[in-house]
């Protein structure tokens, strides 16, 4: 009896120091500070689908299941939806500055109003406050989603004037592709898509900034190491970056974690802190193109750069924040399609080439079928097309022989490409994965996060609160 009572007096002993215990660390997790690193990373055009499927690839091709993305493993989750002010089915200007500004406004439209004023950014916010930032995208660094940060635009299209606004946006680390809207118009080392006589590399370097432009500058920008606080400005392609997959085979521009890593390393040099976005932005344009295979890939990549985050994040847990969200889904990406039970993504292992095929051959569809079936065997691992497959493909030739560009409601978004479409549609069903749109749909996106009050971004709502919730973590108000 006595030694049950001592027992009981230890339990109730041990029931308080847990109550209390825990008591005080919900009292310390309401009175956390302002992170001092944040990560906002965006995947442009990443769907619950294709963060599952990239999932799903990687485990079925390393045949081990208990493989997962970083970010499926992060803590908190939320889901937000993503409409804009004038349609349902919001494109990238919209929904970036949804997710830069927490305002909603109409598709096209850059960091504005739908009748045309300037909401701030919480980059901007962000450099008000102290914190160093970045922008790191795989796209244009002119591209709607890095340009809904640091500039204002009527128009996502106006990249000559986005690229002008970048100049006094004090972002201190810039990162991605689009050298043309910034090179003077006769640049020795390529084309220029600029109007006027500036030359925005030397007006970028007068600033300050060590400037990196074209694939040329690719290795300049992987060996630079700051000394101390310095400001980077890199555009190392003509246009966007090429698809992961592409990159992985021939060419030599750094993957989206290298770009990411390089942020870190100089972003780290201010004391104060920083505020990061990084996005994997060509996510979209696979999955605009019906291309599984492109879509997977880059989806990975995006995952490998949230992993160079997550580490500086163990290093520094108690000062760091990382989101990972999405514009809006892409593709309207089902898993499964017709009466079937099953994926086949084994018939994804062994394609080498996006469809878009940069960087690998380079081969389009020109009027010889031989070669081109002979392509598509070796490239796309398409062996024994059945006569069904080889006939949706001769159609889309068809098409492309009489010149026509192809019908935008049945090949989309590479209208001149009918046969590449054809070919990603034929890859897309022998994996049982099947596409409803070439543009965006209107599900809402899955974000994850973790660190210094992620816990704020759970719940299913709208893709306005996140910057928002941004702004008030790092005392201010959009
Ligand atoms: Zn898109």
Partial sequence: MKRNMRRLVVLMLILTLAFTSSIAYAGEAKEVKAPKYIFYFIGDGLGLSQ????????????????????????????????????????????????????HKTDNGVISKTPDGKDLKTILELAEEKGYATGLVSTTRITHATPASFASHNVNRDNENEIAVDFLDSGVEFFAGGGYRHFAPKAWEFGKSKRKDERDLLKEFAGLGYNVFAGEKDSANFLKFAPKGKEKVFAALSYSHLPYDIDRLSTLDTPSLSQLTEKGIEVLSQYE?????????????????SNDPVGTIHDVLAFDDAIKKAYKFYEKNPADTLIIVAADHETGGLGLGMGLDYFLNLEELFDVKASTEAIGYEDKKYDGNREEYFKYI??????????????????????????GIEGSKREYGYLTKEPTAIAVAHVISNRANI????FAHSGVPI??????????????????TMIAKKLAKIIGGEL
């Fill in 51 to 102: 963060r599952q499927v990239g999932e799903l690839f990687l485990q079925e091709a390393s045949n081990d299941k208990s493989k997962k993305l970083m970010m499926n493993t992060l803590p908190v989750t939320g889901l937000k939806t993503t409409y804009s002010s004038n349609t349902l089915v919001t494109d990238s200007a919209a929904a970036g500055t949804a997710l830069a500004t927490g």
């Fill in 272 to 288: 104060d802190g920083f505020f990061m976005m990084v996005e994997g932005g060509r996510i979209d344009h696979a999955a605009h």
């Fill in 377 to 402: 065997e070796k490239v796309y691992s398409l062996e024994n097309l059945t006569e069904k497959e080889r006939a949706e493909i001769e159609k889309a030739m068809d098409l492309e022989d009489k």
């Fill in 446 to 463: 899955p974000l994850t996060a973790v660190g210094v009050n992620a816990e704020d971004f759970s719940g299913y709502n709208d893709n």
């Fill in 434 to 437: 099947y596409w409803t749109t």
